[in-house]
Every structure is written in structure tokens, then in C-alpha cells.
């Protein structure tokens, strides 16, 4: 499977496109996090865990699947990583998806329009 994860890191047009559009998502979603409370450290730490979790899976997160939330939460109990570290984990990508797919956000018809 680790072939199949390099197609976000070698490059197109398109890709630089699509990195774009995640980098204002993640702006976006950081604004929000901001403007509910939360402190510019973890704030910080959610987006980059989104963006390992983008690496991970070699997918955006409107190709994002529920089948790659299973395989990326099996690695990291394969790891041993705490149930409680793994439950935080998902619960930051729900809520990142969450946000995506609000309507009070442009995400939905932004993310239509500019890749069908």
C-alpha cells in the first residue's frame, strides 16, 4: 500500500491545485477553532495531525473514504497506540469533516466547482 501513497507528493498542476484548496480549508477551519475558544497551539497541533492524516491516506479530504478512517485507526492499534489517543484521533477528523460539509461554509460548492 505504500506505493499507492505517493501520488500526492510528486506533483501536477492539479495537485498544487488541490493542495490550495486543503491549505484554505485548513485556514478556514483554524479560523473557526479560533473564533470557538480554542488556543493557537492546539489549534496548530489539530491541523497538522489533518495534515498527517492527508499523507497517510494519499487523499484529499473530499476523496476521503470510510474505509480509510478503518485502515489508518487498524495501523495505529496495530502500534498500540492508546484507545484513548486512537478515539481523540477520529474525533478530530469528524469534526474537521464535519465543518466541511456545513452549509454555513462555501466548501461543498467550492469544492464542486473546482473538481467536479
Known amino acids: 500500500m505504500a506505493d499507492s501513497r505517493l501520488r500526492l507528493v510528486q506533483g501536477s498542476p492539479q495537485q498544487g491545485k488541490q493542495a490550495e484548496f486543503f491549505a484554505d480549508m ?3 477551519y483554524g479560523t473557526m477553532l ?3 475558544g480554542r488556543d493557537r497551539q492546539s489549534v496548530g497541533k489539530l491541523l497538522q495531525m ?5 499523507v497517510w ?3 484529499w479530504p473530499w476523496e476521503w473514504t470510510a474505509q ?5 485507526s487498524a495501523d495505529m492499534r ?3 497506540i492508546a484507545l484513548s489517543m486512537l478515539r481523540n484521533r477520529q474525533g478530530v477528523v469528524r469534526r474537521f469533516c464535519e465543518y466541511a ?3 454555513q461554509y ?3 460548492e467550492r469544492c464542486q466547482a473546482a473538481f467536479g
Open 34 to 36: 479560533l473564533a470557538a
Open 101 to 103: 460539509v456545513n452549509p
Open 50 to 54: 489533518l495534515r498527517g492524516f492527508v
Open 68 to 72: 480509510d478512517v478503518d485502515e489508518w
Open 106 to 108: 462555501p466548501w461543498i
Open 57 to 59: 491516506s494519499d487523499a
Open 78 to 80: 496495530e502500534r498500540e
Open 26 to 28: 485548513l485556514r478556514g
